[in-house]
């Protein structure tokens, strides 16, 4: 490891964390020490989400590896008008995971599993180590809220890595419905955890 | 510009569950479609809250080599202006950049090499499938798709239910033989021919209530059932 001289970022108002969106700026002008402090701010759920997606570990390290050596090789393509820094790691995240997953496995391999249940691993051991438990519970309660299609259906693309295609496959529903209910689902959930507008 | 099918697929876009091709269409719509855009980003925030729900420790080694991996790596300069060059909206994230240009390259790499094949063919007819190709994909409800052919090659099919047409485009099939690639248009129904592949290509006219475009080896000038394996089906949107 290379020796590190701690400071914080100019852009970062003295006495104060700066927030993952300033950091995501001055990791832009190629700040290291930014970059450091962004790593610890979302390596946590950018890696749990990787995680859930990929499930094997040592590829789930893998994938996070890239995704924090894509996030700083890319920082200056990042702007606030289109999101949060959260949502631009998470996003990157999410879209890595799935490609890892998606091109991993053939098809067959894919059904055969599909049809296995993935049932070699328990659904919530991820779920144990979570560290943001009141977020955690947040989101638990608002996933409650959607009917028993919406959540499968998002659960399924979203930690599953699923395409639209293959939720319609496994819950046995037609295209046109699993669009939509992944569509209004998102909404009711955004509704309910008070997504900013 | 919005049709509520296209409008429908915010969701599924924000949660990576269209396949790539498809989703290069559906970022053509985005870029013309503001409310959209504002879902998408509505939808995208909503998802992190998802992702953030699992978070987990990850081995501490990583990070050391995480930091030792970045001092070697240099980082793009920002976004080039160029893609936004005559449009005066600002254009998507990154990613969304570099997969429609990924589906751009794909039809032109296709493009060409139907090209090629034929420089010593009309070159008249060549420029007819490229005019044709681009009035489909004009379409504000164009869609790309593509599928791997048994027994080798690619098959592209680029199609508007709007214009109700489609083009497929075939790349490094083997050598049917003594026999012809038919497409079909794969429904509800029974399969309805779609033609014969003249070369690499073949212009749909009118989807029907066609799911998706199939492609078997027939005998020579074509069957009216499909009478051997379907060797591709690439799903229209």
């Known amino acids: ?197 | 510009m919005t049709t509520p099918d296209v409008h429908a697929l915010t969701g599924a876009y924000v949660l990576d569950a269209v396949p790539e091709l498809e989703r290069a269409a559906f970022e053509r719509h985005l870029s013309q479609c503001d409310a959209c855009t504002q879902e998408v980003r509505e939808l995208r925030e909503t998802a992190t809250r998802l992702g953030r729900a699992a978070a987990a420790e990850p081995p501490p080694w990583l990070r050391s080599q995480v930091l030792a991996r970045i001092s070697e790596v240099r980082q793009l300069p920002p976004e080039p202006g160029l893609l936004t060059g005559g449009q005066p909206r600002t254009p998507g994230w990154a990613l969304r950049l570099t997969t429609v240009a990924a589906a751009v390259l794909l039809v032109a790499s296709v493009v060409l090499g139907v090209l090629l094949v034929n420089t010593q063919n009309d070159v008249r007819d060549a420029e007819q499938y490229a005019a044709s190709l681009s009035a489909i994909l004009q379409a504000p409800d164009a869609a790309v798709a593509n599928g791997a052919v048994q027994g080798g090659g690619t098959a592209v099919v680029v199609s508007s239910r709007e214009r109700n047409e489609a083009l497929l485009l075939a790349n490094g099939l083997s050598d049917p033989g003594g026999g012809v690639y038919q497409a079909w248009k794969l429904g509800d129904g029974d399969p309805k021919s779609a033609g014969l592949l003249d070369g690499n290509r073949l212009d749909i006219d009118g989807l029907d209530q066609a799911t998706s475009i199939g492609l078997t080896k027939e005998p020579a000038g074509g069957s009216t059932t499909p009478t051997a394996p379907v060797l591709v089906t690439v799903d229209l949107l």
């Open chain 1, 1 to 197: 490891m290379r020796e590190r001289v701690r400071r914080v970022p100019h852009t970062a108002t003295a006495g104060a964390e700066p927030d993952a969106d300033t950091l995501l700026q001055a990791v832009a002008r190629g700040d290291e020490q930014a970059f450091e402090k962004l790593y610890d701010l979302v390596i946590g759920p950018a890696f749990g989400l990787i995680r859930r997606v990929v499930r094997d570990p040592a590829q789930s390290e893998e994938v996070a590896q890239e995704v924090m050596v894509e996030l700083w090789r890319t920082a200056a393509r990042y702007s606030p008008d289109r999101g949060s820094a959260m949502t631009w790691v998470m996003t990157l995240a999410h879209r890595r995971a799935v490609d890892r997953v998606r091109s991993a496995q053939s098809a067959a391999d894919r059904e055969t599993r599909v049809s296995a249940g993935e049932s070699s691993r328990p659904f919530d051991e991820v779920a144990e180590i979570v560290t943001m438990k009141l977020e955690h519970e947040q989101v638990r309660r608002c996933l409650g809220t959607l009917t028993d299609l919406q959540r499968e259906s998002i659960t399924l693309a979203y930690y599953g890595g699923r395409t639209y295609r293959e939720v319609g496959e496994l819950l046995d529903t037609p295209l046109g419905t699993i669009k939509t209910r992944l569509r209004d689902g998102l909404i009711r959930l955004r509704d309910c955890l008070g997504v900013a507008r």
